[in-house]
């Protein structure tokens, strides 16, 4: 298995898998169509959307997907900008076989390598603290709703400068 970027021609099967990662009863689940929007929204970073593919590197099978999205800690003073991860997914029939901890590793690397200063999640605090993921109240970030407040987490990378406010994720957040 290797981790790259998303092409345009995998973004049917990344849908496929983020779709059987979280369906339940068959419905069509929030995250697939949050995916959708957020490809057509101004915070899509393509840089940010990578796959786990499963064999050759290019027609191999997708097994697994993550993406993070523009955001920002608005403050009083400034806006900073951020990311936002998620969705983030695993075909069922894969997981448990270290290909979420693989897109983790690697999208953070990515985020640290082009200067990002933080990322941004909601989820679990002891799955996501092996990866250096804090509540976001330690850093003076307020979740985007106050009930997150005990899974909303950020992981501060190199570029980090303490920048107190509120995160906002990209705009198809907003619709959930």
Known sequence: ??????????????????????????????EAR??????ADSGWLPQFSLVAVDGDEIDGEIVGHVVCT???????????PALGLGPIGVRPDR????????????????AEALDEPLVALLGSPAFYGRFGFRRSTDFEITP????????????????????????????PFEGL
């Open 1 to 30: 298995m290797i981790v790259r970027r998303e092409l345009p021609a995998d973004q049917a099967a990344v849908r496929a898998v983020i779709a059987a990662a979280f369906t339940r009863d068959g419905i069509d689940p929030i």
């Open 34 to 39: 949050l995916l959708d929007d957020l490809r």
């Open 70 to 80: 523009r955001g920002r800690v608005v403050g009083d003073a400034a806006e900073t």
């Open 95 to 110: 997981q448990g076989q270290g290909i979420g901890l693989a897109l983790m590793h690697a999208v953070l690397g990515a």
């Open 144 to 171: 985007p709703e106050p009930d997150w407040a005990e899974y909303f987490q950020i992981r501060p990378l190199t570029a980090y400068a303490p920048a107190p406010g509120v995160f906002r994720y990209a705009a």
